[in-house]
Nanobody
Framework: QVQLVESGGGLVQAGDSLRLSCAAS????????MGWFRQAPGKEREFVAT????????AYADSVKGRFTISRDNAKNTVYLQMNSLKPEDTAVYFC?????????????????WGQGTQVTVSS
């Protein structure tokens, strides 16, 4: 099993940047596919980005492609989400997720470990 803790959220203005971090416990981090999801009030959890075990393969939601970058440092048991050119519609709680399964996983139900979330608020 793995425990996930997100950090790095905050209040920013449109056009600003943030980098979210997700720190994972345990010694098997490199065996997990990792993902980022977000959830705004009244909406379902939405896929943002995913990264393969070795960090070679990534996938992004169309809404963030070209603005967000997912990466991981397996030596530090950490996955990151670099968010540039933030927009008000990016406002949400951002969750880190993990699954002990190889592949490109873009659905919330494909993950079985979740962090507590970190709030990102982008003002106009």
């Amino acid at each position: 099993q793995v425990q996930l803790v997100e950090s790095g959220g905050g209040l920013v203005q449109a056009g600003d940047s943030l980098r979210l971090s997700c720190a994972a416990s345990g010694r098997t981090f490199s065996s997990y596919t990792m993902g980022w999801f977000r959830q705004a009030p009244g909406k379902e959890r939405e896929f943002v980005a995913t990264i393969s075990r070795r960090g070679i393969s990534t996938a992004y939601a169309d809404s963030v492609k070209g603005r967000f970058t997912i990466s991981r440092d397996n030596a530090k048991n950490t996955v990151y989400l670099q968010m540039n050119s933030l927009k008000p519609e990016d406002t949400a709680v951002y969750f880190c997720a993990a699954r002990l399964l190889a592949g490109i996983l873009t659905k919330a139900y494909e993950y079985n470990y979740w962090g507590q979330g970190t709030q990102v608020t982008v003002s106009s």
